[in-house]
């Protein structure tokens, strides 16, 4: 899968309408370096992970480029943190999209949207949160759909992941980050090297080894040629999926890391 980059713009896959771009360097200043995705099928629009108030505006406006918000049918949301979703209000004012999220936040996202719900643009909020059971489903897009893959405890209790079965690209949110300010365009070539950017990240963040084997198990059942996390750099092909795959069924992290 060829992948693509210029001006922190990355084409992860462009194929008959279908299209998967990631926003690489939106953020600026003291934010965590955080990846947004735009998923493109035959003209309708889907928005992973929009972050807040820094990424709001550059995000718009490399959109534009690409589809009239009038097109911009959802945005999937891994879970409920400030550079995954604080951004909401604005693209409830200016879109008619709908949020897709765990159940466990949909009554919560009132409470970062407040000045939608109260200003002239407002209306019935959760009207617009498709609120997804801890199974998971698949949630109809363009000609086809996007899979929400449950992760729950990874890093949040209420989580999940987006698979596209179109380009086989499986949006991992906070699992596979890495803390690099740079090359985050650029896939993972040497694992072991890759290994000191995300190790201390998943052992604070992830709730234990069992949940990260479980989820593990659940990806190898899947398709999957590309695992794009929402931070830092994406690993491309099976073999780099599988090497990540077993660091993580063996990784102690979380309260396996507890002691008095």
Known sequence: MAITSSDGVTILYDHNGHQCISFNHLVEGYGIQSNQFLIIDNGR???????????????NIEIGKRVKLTELDYIFASHQDPDIIASLPRWMMHTQCQVVTSK?????????????????FGGNLQGRIIGLPDEGGKIEFGRSYIQAVPAHFLHSVGNFQFYDPV???????????SLVDDDADKPVTDFQQHVSYMRGFHQRYMASNKVGRIWANRVRRLDVEMLVPQHGSPFVGKEMINEFLNWISELPCGIDLINE
Not at 45 to 59: E, N, R, S
Not at 104 to 120: C, G, N, Q, Y
């Open 104 to 120: 466990l936040w949909s009554r919560f996202l009132p409470h970062l949207a407040s000045s939608f719900v109260t200003s002239k």
């Open 45 to 59: 629009a889907g928005l992973i992970d929009p972050g807040g108030d820094l990424t709001y505006t550059p995000l």
């Open 167 to 177: 380009s086989k690209i499986l949006f991992s949110g906070d699992m596979g980050a």
